[in-house]
């Protein structure tokens, strides 16, 4: 299981970036994919997850709701996440993880120990 981030970049306060986490070489069908984030110093925190069943679920950090919005293309195969009115406490390196065998949450917050991760993506936010 290969996870390639991209779109990351410097952007000003208010504005947006989408993150894109491409799979390679297999689809996210029955997979958990989330979006999780981490600045230099500080423990890694979850941004918000999709879930790939019988139905398509998302979850989000209560923090996060309202300006991060997590999606994927038809085939699966690419979780974007949108981030709206960027802030400079935003600035991270963002990273996908997946796995096929956990949900998107456990014991009601979202569930942060995933088998594949990706190499991570800069996202700074400029004031």
């Known amino acids: 299981v290969r996870l390639v981030e991209s779109g990351g970049g410097l952007v000003q306060a208010g504005g947006s970036l989408r993150l894109s986490c491409a799979a390679s070489g297999f689809t996210f069908d029955d997979y958990a994919v989330t979006w999780f984030r981490q600045v230099p110093g500080k423990e890694r925190e979850a941004v918000s997850c999709?879930?790939?069943?019988?139905?398509?679920?998302?979850y989000y950090e209560d923090s996060m709701k309202g300006r991060f919005t997590i999606t994927s293309d038809g085939a699966k195969t690419t979780v974007y996440l949108r981030m709206t009115t960027l802030k400079p406490e935003d600035t991270a390196v963002y990273s996908c993880?997946?796995?096929?065998?956990?949900?998107?949450?456990?014991?009601?917050?979202?569930?942060?120990?995933?088998?594949?991760w990706g190499q991570g993506t800069q996202v700074t936010i400029l004031s």
């Open positions: 999709i879930y790939f069943g019988v139905r398509t679920l998302t």
């Open positions: 993880a997946a796995d096929n065998n956990v949900y998107c949450t456990i014991n009601g917050r979202l569930h942060s120990e995933f088998e594949s």
